[in-house]
């Protein structure tokens, strides 16, 4: 497996949840942007948050304060710190890796339920 998510769950409406990524050693190294996308129900796949192997980061406007993206050179994992979730953060999360020339990889998913 190449990109394997992991740390989803329920959780209640101002909760917590830390997601996973862990990426095999070349593609971790080689590319030069990875990412969380989200899709919920009935929804199109939508950019949660980015990194680029210098460590910039980018939100979509509605997780920006809530959500922090970050990535461990030593354990060759991506991160996502999912702070004050409400209900419509519920989707199916999904961690991605664009390598030069290689196009994107993606993990399997890990759904998120924020309910009450």
């Known amino acids: 497996v190449q990109l394997q998510a992991s740390g989803g769950g329920m959780v209640q409406p101002g909760g917590s949840l830390r997601l996973s990524c862990a990426v095999s050693?070349?593609?971790?190294?080689?590319?030069?942007?990875m990412g969380w996308y989200r899709q919920a129900p009935g929804n199109q796949r939508e950019v949660v948050a980015l990194?680029?192997?210098?460590?910039?980061?980018s939100y979509a406007d509605s997780v920006k304060g809530r959500f922090t993206i970050s990535r461990d050179n030593v354990k060759n994992t991506v991160y996502l710190q999912m702070n004050s979730l409400k209900s419509e953060d519920t989707a199916v999360y999904y961690c991605?890796?664009?390598?030069?020339?290689?196009?994107?990889?993606w993990g399997q998913g890990t759904l998120v339920t924020v309910s009450s």
């Open positions: 050693g070349s593609i971790f190294r080689e590319s030069y942007l």
């Open positions: 991605q890796a664009v390598r030069p020339g290689r196009g994107s990889y």
């Open positions: 990194i680029t192997n210098g460590g910039s980061t």
